[in-house]
């Protein structure tokens, strides 16, 4: 057994993250795979955004523009904002990452609800910070749990809004209370991942008080409604300080060129996104309807999947498995804390077929069996 005062050792706290494991991507040899764990775009990127991809491979010998000027200007165009207050990544997690390293360290603490990010809790540890977590109500964040936890120790609260994996959000009036009770030292990301499929009048997605306030950050990605997760593409916006802060720490070219291009047309091909966000807003409602008709109990989501519960983690994990032998690969919560549950993706028309069928024969197969 090697004595491991004789090799080199992480400081600590970095044993104690637990790595992240993405959703499945694989079901059994000579079925056909139907995703549905990891709320990618059932239609894809833009025709446009794949083009571009494949012009901007041309020049992948040459270092992509360190400033993401054109990606920048593109974001501040579409949404309005000033593109100098706009900070791109390899995906959102990399922003997010980011403003761990540099708000928290030792004896710092970030707050995140119990349900909240995955992504959350391994940043705020890889930082050297403690993470807090707030208790959530019917599975959706609650202000006042949060500003419970804050101490004189805080520094940054993560709110994914809507939540992963949940699907609930909070209304920006309720948004608002929660930075009205922040202390101003203490930095609010709001994490709107799934902003462009909120279809509620009570909602904004955090571009407002990231322009108007000095302690909040957005952040949002490309891997959702415009399909390019296989590139990490993210953002953020915020006050200009904390964006100087973040520029000074990030790696000089942490957005690849063809991810750039892609991610500029992407943001121009608005009808592309406009029948991505169409095809979520038909089916969400549709799934949803019909999970509960089985008997299911799923949490109300605004995002582009399900919560979906089961009666207990053994019957979640039986029906887990049902599904993957048709070809339906879901998403396992036990790392979320919800082991009873699975989120599931509202994907193609064929793949939602599939899964209503398969667990309209689960459910039916559950209620024979449990009568004897």
Known sequence: MTDSSQRPEPRDGVLDIDIYVPGRSKAKPGIKLHKLSSNESPLGPSPAAVEAYRTAAADIAFYPDGAVTALREAIADVYGLNADRIICGNGSDDVLHLIAQAYLGQGNEAIYTEH???????????????????TETNHTADVDAILSKVSERTRVVFLANPNNPTGTYLPFDEVRRLQAGLPNNVLLVLDAAYAEYVRRNDYESGIE????????????????????????????????????????????????????????????????????????????PQLSEAIAGLGLKVTPSVGNFLLVHFADPAQAQAADGFLVERGIVARRTDAYGLPAALRISVGTEEANTTLMDALKTFATAQTKAANG
């Open 116 to 134: 909240g990010f995955l992504i959350y809790p391994i940043a705020v540890r890889a930082a050297g910070g403690t993470p807090v977590v707030a």
């Open 209 to 284: 008080l990231a322009a108007t306030t000095d302690n909040v950050v957005m952040t949002r990605t490309f891997s959702k409604i415009h399909g390019l997760a296989g590139l990490r593409l993210g953002w953020g916006y915020g006050p200009a300080h904390v964006v100087d802060v973040l520029r000074r720490i990030r790696g000089p070219f942490n957005v690849n060129g063809p991810a750039m291009a892609a991610g500029v047309a992407s943001l121009r091909d608005r009808a592309h996104i406009d029948r991505a966000a169409q095809h979520n807003a038909a089916w969400l």
